[in-house]
Every structure is written in C-alpha cells, then in structure tokens.
C-alpha cells in the first residue's frame, strides 16, 4: 500500500510546480551546459564558486570546477559525495517541461549526523525576488523528506539579506554569529 504522506507530497510539489512554473532537474549534461551558461551570463563567479583562482570573475578554472562539481554528484546522496544537485528550471505554463530556463542549482548534503542535511543555492540575479529561490527550497525540503531528512540547514552570511528571508519565510530558525548566519529547519 502506498503512502498516503508521500501521495499529499507529491500533490503538493505538483501544486507548487503548477502555481510559479519551476521545477528540480537532474544536471545531465544538456541541463549542465544550460547551468553553466545561465551561471556565466547571469551570476558572479564567486557567488557559485569557491575562489578556485584569484579575483572574482569567471576564470576557465572556475568553470571546470562547477561543471565538475554537479558532475561528481550525479550519483546522487548515496555516492561517493553523498550529495546532490538540481538546476532550477523555469517553464512557462503549456511549455514543455524538459525545456525552460535554467535559472541556478540547488543542493542537498547529508551532514553525517543522523538525519541531518545541507543545503544551499543560487539564482541568475533576474530570477531573484520573484518567488523562484522559495519555490525551489519547498521543492527541495519535500526530497530532503523523502531522502529521510529530520533537519535540514543551510549557511550564508548577513550581506545575503535575500537568502536570510528567504529561510525565515520558510521556518527555518536562524542564529548570527559575526558575519555568518545558520539557518535551521526541523522536518515534521
């Protein structure tokens, strides 16, 4: 018999989908060039990347590094990383849904503490403010449940005062030490 927990999660997602035209997708390598692009035109390098090489723009380095990163979690939570990446995609209503725009990723980590997860994400500057980054966490949140999450938290700092609400607006508990925010949900 199936859950019915898992049916009302998947209608949820469903709805979620329906209302703003986002959806999770795996980073294939199709989707991989479309993130890297979306990445390269719409983001700064260091707000996808660690500072892989000096200065802040977009170096051939930088580049590999994030096509190897989403390709090192292809094998998803239970691989060799024990983490896993989707590029947030955009469609519009009647679109076909393996088309759209890449518009940033989302992961999920498994932190090694029973049930515990990470998560973290980025968006093309045009894709912030609009509801995309929440639609994408919620979306997230119910794969964190199906993968068995209790918690789920995330860290950025105090100048992302969009990523902050963003967690707030989703429960998430925060505490502030210096520069650095956690943020803290519990899955229920």
């Known amino acids: 018999m199936a859950d019915p ?3 009302a999660r998947r ?3 469903g ?4 209302l703003v035209g986002v959806d999770l997708r795996p ?5 991989l ?3 890297v692009a979306a990445a390269l035109e719409g983001a700064s390098a260091d707000e996808v990347t660690p500072p892989v090489t000096p200065g802040p723009g977009w170096s051939p380095e930088r580049v590999e590094w994030l096509r190897a990163f989403h390709r090192d979690r292809r094998a998803g939570l239970d691989g060799p990383a024990g983490e896993v990446t989707w590029a947030v995609v ?5 679109e076909d849904q393996d088309t759209g725009r890449v518009l940033g990723s989302v992961r999920l980590r498994r932190t090694g503490e ?3 997860f990470e998560t973290g994400i980025w968006l093309v500057r045009d894709a912030r403010g609009r509801g995309v980054g929440t639609t994408a966490v919620r979306l997230l949140l119910e794969r964190a449940r199906e993968a068995g999450a209790a918690t789920v938290r995330a860290d950025t700092t105090t100048g992302n005062a969009g990523a902050v609400a963003l ?3 989703l429960g998430f508990s925060t505490t502030v030490q210096g520069e650095r925010v956690r943020a803290e949900l519990t899955l229920g």
């Open 5 to 7: 927990g898992s049916r």
């Open 90 to 94: 955009e469609f519009a209503p009647g």
């Open 33 to 35: 060039s479309r993130l």
């Open 114 to 116: 029973p049930g515990g």
């Open 167 to 169: 967690l707030r607006a």
């Open 27 to 31: 980073v294939a390598e199709g989707v």
């Open 15 to 18: 709805r979620l989908e329906a």
């Open 11 to 13: 209608r949820e997602r």
